[in-house]
């Protein structure tokens, strides 16, 4: 009896953490399509005639808030720091883990090493190095930003996955003729799909949603990612009251997150994990 | 042959070592360096100064104050984070509790939001516009006086505290608190279900044929099973908690009044708006050797 009424307390207290999950999450996706009139009369009431559904906060979002440009910004830089850190990070694991050369340790070393660097120390530097290089003020700059700070963990997981793989499948295709870059890119990357994807999700969650280095990076407005944006919203809040506007960047600032958190759950969870017991 | 392999080697690892040596090695190195300089970061001088910035960060306030709602950051969110991780994954992992993939799915969904949305969330949650906190306070002021318990009512001055704006300097940490704990314990849940599923099963139904209630079950076959986990959990809880700056950042809408600096956020004012680049990256070096020391001392302790 007693065992019954406990495990009915356990279970609200689950369904209870499960609110207040997601009341707020709901709230900002329903809310933003209110019109900021029906937000100030009453917060809480969703959208419930279709009359009341407006979708004019995307609308002004996209075309005058500067989003749409935010949007593309944070695509553009965070598409190709991915592809340059799992080009780059596969590149390296392959030369560390398969090929037998003196001082290679050092060197995967001094790799790894990268991952306990904590961001604020190299901010100063980093500027005066990206002003030095022209590369202040450029999604390009920030995108070797971020592959630079990404090699790190996405080698340390690659390099597992690398040596793990049988060297007699090296062998053979180096017997058959193969170079050693036709090796890698052909038998090795293609055996390394799962690691590859899982390295992918975690850099994706942890480059979309980054924030100190792009502020560093990106001064004028037209050049800023998403999190920028949003960030200054907030601020312009205090003397232009659009909260339609603003829920409405929140949401398209979570969508892609959302739908690959959807999408791929498990994989998601397992580079998460991962991320957390060897970082 | 030999040369071939070294070239080999080249073509794989010199690219990403050019890559990762210019944009993260290299601001690292300088930024050890440059930790003791005085550098404004407009002029090209940097003069050497020696250990002048950390005497200047002894006798700085401001520095004292950042360490410690580092320090409040790290323990108070912290305990609360692994407590419920602990009890969330508990319960989740019996079987019989219907629904855990939905709780399991939507606990960790916050923990993949981007720091900025979060805050900005939040900023809803505490605002004395319209804020839910606000809300909820008022209705129970409102259920008091209706059930004529007004007496009740105000002695907790709820009307007052509904009026509060809690995100003023002098509240503005402890109004973290609730947003950290909203945001990362899903993360937790699942790294502890994850830790879990590595404990043999034979163990828990030994437990249960022994007669084990719930907690002892916890506290006998979780706990111990739990501890090459609870490690790098608490080592994630450590450096979560030191190197806070977007939440904040946001929230103080990027005007961080002193009494609610942390260490990262300073480094920033102080190296950006004050252009002090060389006593800015100082206290990040701080920063880092303050995190590397209790990362230290919690796998000591842990040990053993």
Not at chain 1, 197 to 206: D, K, P, S, Y
Not at chain 2, 2 to 31: E, H, I, K, M, S
Not at chain 2, 144 to 163: H, I, P, T, Y
Not at chain 2, 277 to 284: H, S
Request: glycine letters at 6%; aromatic letters at 14%.
């Amino acid at each position: 009896m007693t065992r019954k009424l406990l495990r009915a307390l356990v279970f609200v207290s689950l369904a209870f953490w499960f609110l207040l999950v997601v009341v707020p999450v709901v709230w900002l996706v329903y809310s933003s399509f209110k019109t900021n009139e029906a937000i100030f009369a009453d917060p809480w009431r969703p959208p419930l005639s279709p009359a009341e559904v407006s979708v004019d906060n995307y609308a002004r979002a996209w075309s005058k808030s500067h989003v749409g440009g935010y949007f593309l910004n944070s695509v553009v830089t965070v598409s190709s720091a991915l592809f340059g850190t799992l080009l780059l990070s596969a590149m390296a694991a392959y030369g560390l883990a398969r090929l037998r050369v003196k001082g290679r340790r050092v060197i995967y070393y001094l790799f790894v090493a990268g991952m306990i660097v904590p961001t604020a120390l190299t901010l100063a530097p980093l500027f005066e190095l990206l002003r030095s290089l022209s590369l202040l003020n450029s999604l390009t700059g920030l995108a070797l930003v971020y592959v630079a700070f990404s090699i790190p963990f996405s080698l340390l997981m690659l390099y597992g996955f690398f040596s793990s793989l049988p060297e007699e499948v090296r062998e053979a295709a180096i017997v058959d003729g193969a170079t050693e870059w036709q090796t890698f890119w052909h038998v090795f990357l293609p055996m390394a799909r799962p690691g590859l994807v899982t390295v992918a999700i975690f850099n994706f969650l942890g480059l979309w949603n980054e924030y100190l280095l792009a502020l560093v990076t990106l001064i004028e407005p037209e050049k800023q990612t998403l999190q920028l944006g949003i960030a200054n919203m907030v601020v312009s809040m205090n003397y232009r009251s659009d909260w339609g506007t603003l829920l409405a960047t929140m949401v398209l600032a979570m969508l892609p997150v959302l739908v690959l958190y959807a999408a791929l759950h498990k994989r998601v969870v397992e580079g998460m994990i991962l991320g957390a017991v060897k970082g | 042959m030999n040369r071939q392999r070294y070239r080999d080697f080249l073509l794989f690892v010199g690219p990403p070592l050019l890559v990762y040596g210019v944009f993260c090695l290299y601001p690292t190195v300088a930024g050890i360096i440059g930790a003791f300089t005085e550098w404004d970061g407009y002029s090209q001088t940097q003069r050497f100064t020696g250990l002048a910035n950390f005497r200047k960060m002894a006798a700085d306030d401001v520095f004292w104050t950042a360490l410690q709602n580092n320090l409040f950051l790290v323990a108070v969110p912290g305990i609360m984070l692994l407590a419920l991780g602990l009890y969330f994954s508990s319960a989740l992992r019996d079987e019989r509790t219907p629904g855990r993939r939905v709780f399991q799915f939507t606990y960790l969904f916050p923990n993949i939001l981007a720091g900025v949305v979060v805050a900005t969330l939040w900023s809803f949650v505490y605002s004395p516009s319209f804020g839910v906190v606000k809300g909820t306070l008022e209705a129970l002021h409102n259920a008091l006086r209706f059930v004529r318990l007004d007496f009740v009512a105000n002695a907790l001055s709820l009307k007052e505290l509904s009026r509060q704006a809690w995100l003023e300097p002098q509240y503005f940490m402890r109004a973290l608190v609730p947003m950290l704990v909203w945001a990362g314990t899903g993360f937790f849940v699942v790294l502890f279900l994850a830790g879990m599923q590595n404990i043999p099963r034979d163990l828990y139904e030994a437990a249960r044929l022994d007669g084990a209630n719930e907690w002892q079950v916890f506290r006998h076959v979780t706990w111990p099973g739990l501890s090459p986990i609870m490690l790098a959990a608490v080592t994630f809880v450590i450096i979560g908690g030191m190197k806070t700056f977007d939440c904040i950042w946001v929230m103080t809408q990027q005007h961080v009044p002193d009494r609610n600096q942390v260490l990262a956020t300073y480094v920033y004012q102080q190296a950006f708006s004050e252009a002090r680049m060389g006593y800015g990256t100082a206290v990040a070096l701080v920063l880092l050797f303050v995190t590397l020391g209790f990362v230290l001392v919690a796998h000591r302790m842990m040990r053993r």
